[in-house]
């Protein structure tokens, strides 16, 4: 299975909030489960240069999670949050901070929703409301596209071998 999928991140000037969509070929239970367990987590989340680890995920409404990512030379970048709402395999709501800033409580509000696609597809759809705008800005400056990008297309090989 070939996929053309693209990532589209919609950041209007002046706001606190980002959009991002993207289209998979795979059901989307399948990448609802891709989303929420760890032993299929840590196999696509994150840029291919950094491996990943997750230290803990408590994926319940009202749970919370760390994952480390780590580069070639072992330095560690966290990333934690608190789940507010898990919907299988509609939905679901998480705050998310890197906590690797100077300071913490730079914290955004993720609302990931799975919406079924005909032909076996799915599409996700993330809305991320930030603190400020400078904070949105920020991560969207981070390098949080290319990121993102690999780890889409590390859950592209992972859908297809799970849907062959």
Known sequence: MTTNNQTSIHAEPGKQEFFIEREFDAPRELVFEAFNDPALLVQWIGPDNL?????????????????????????????????????????MIRTFEFEGLPERGHVSLETATFIPLE????????????KSVADRDGMIQSGMEGGMNDGFAKLDKLLQKRTA
Do not use: C, W
């Not at 491996?51 to 990333?79: K, V």
């Not at 032909?119 to 930030?130: A, E, M, Q, W």
């Open 119 to 130: 032909g076996g597809r799915s599409k996700l759809h993330i809305h991320s409301v930030f």
């Open 51 to 91: 491996s990943m680890e997750i230290e803990t995920f408590d994926n319940r409404s009202g749970g919370s999670y760390r994952f480390l990512h780590f580069d070639a030379n072992g330095n560690q970048y966290a990333f934690n949050g608190v789940i507010h709402e898990i919907t299988k395999p509609e939905r």
